[in-house]
Structures are given as C-alpha cells and as structure tokens.
C-alpha cells in the first residue's frame, strides 16, 4: 500500500512540475514588470513599397478644378465630384502615374510624405483660395500568417499593424504554437528578402524594432514538440490500423475460399 501511495505521490508531481514549465512557455510578456518600455516609445509610419496599390484624392473648393486629378472621376448632374477609389499600382522603379503630374517616385514615403509631395506639386495649377487636399490611403496592407494559428492573409485598413495585433487577427496561436520561436519573413524594396524571430514569452518583443509589421510580411508559427509528436503517433496509428484492416479482410478472403 505504501508503494502505491508513494508512486501516486510521485506521479502527481511529476504532472505539477509538467504544468508550471508548459505554463512558463505558454504564458506571454512574463517579465513585462522587469523591463523598460522606454525604446518603444515612437510613432510608427508604414513605408511605401514598389507594388503597393495607393488610393489618392484631390478635393478643392470647386469640384471641377481637382477633376484633373482624380482619374476617372466623374461629376453627378448637381455639378459635385463623384468620389471613387482610384487606385495607383507602384511600379518596380518605385513610381506612379499621376494625372497631369505624370510619373511621381514615392516608394519609401510615409503616407504623409506622399500627400505633401502631391500638394506641393499640384499647387501651381491651382489658385490658393481652392483649398486642395490630398487624401492618400494605402490599399494593399496584407499580412500573410501561417502555421499553429488561424492561417490566412490578413488585410488592415491602417499602416501601422504589429507583430501582437497581427497574432490576434489570426485567433492567437493554438497550445501547440512555438511561442518563444516565431518567424517573420520580410520583403525589402529591392525584393530582397531577411528574417526575423519574435519571442512571445519575452516582453522585451515591445522594444524590438520589428514589433511594427510591414505590408506583405510573413509570419509563421511553428508547431512544438508535443504536436510534432501527435502528428507522429496519430500516422502511426493510422498506418497500422490501415494495415491490421488489410491483412484481416484478406485472412478472411483466404479463410472462405479455402472453406469452400
């Protein structure tokens, strides 16, 4: 009885020692009370990239006189513009096409950047007392997430999307999900591509100068131990359950015709 209990005992710790470490490799930003934030602090604007698609809009006091610039703009029959969302694709040296102004470099611009370059190019052709505005959005903000998580391509209707906002789009990753070892892969203007790892478990991911995503990143969590393993057990099991069913149905093949 004293063996028993002493196994049972053994056992039970065993599982609690099991718990708390899973618990520590689960449980995210652990010492998030023990760092300094201080360079976090910042704001952060998206870049823009060759391929990106951009939607700009010339408003002006008189409709008619930002026509010009916004491609494919019509006027309703009350004389007002009709606001569609004209896209502009950027093109491979890092340009777009603007109406009257022609090819404009934008690639590496913040979406501010772009606006001003556009107001301060368009503002010979208009008088002063027309108060143009540019209004320019980024179309094409996409993530792409794979792995121990939701997977699918994500797109934000902001520039400014990080590694924890992204994670949460996805449905946060399962318990089966690589915490401490989570990749992004990154695209540069030139196409070239480097890699990142993120550290879940590790607060300091909020310094990191990553933590803001980029348009057409790549993330992916890679499965753990414990899934690598069921994966593992559950093809085993399938293999031979498969093969148990196949030498049972042709022992009974065998067993009725040689009965006959």
Sequence with gaps: MNRMLKLAVAIIAAVVITGCGNYKKVTYFQNIDKISLAASKGLYDARIMPKDLLTIYVSTIDPKVAQPF???QNLNSGG???HNS???LVDNEGCINFPVLGKLKVTGLTIRETEQLISDKIAPYLAEEEKAVVICRMASFRICILGETGSNIYTFDREKVSIVEAIAQAGDLTLYGKRQNILLIREDATGQKSIHRYNFNDAEIFNDPYYYLQQNDIIYVEPNKIKARTAMFDSSISYWLG????II???????????K
């Design 70 to 72: 916004n491609l494919g």
């Design 80 to 82: 007002n513009l009709m």
């Design 86 to 88: 004209i896209q502009y």
């Design 243 to 246: 093969l148990s069913t196949t």
């Design 249 to 259: 149905s042709f022992g009974t093949l065998l067993f009725t015709i040689f009965k």
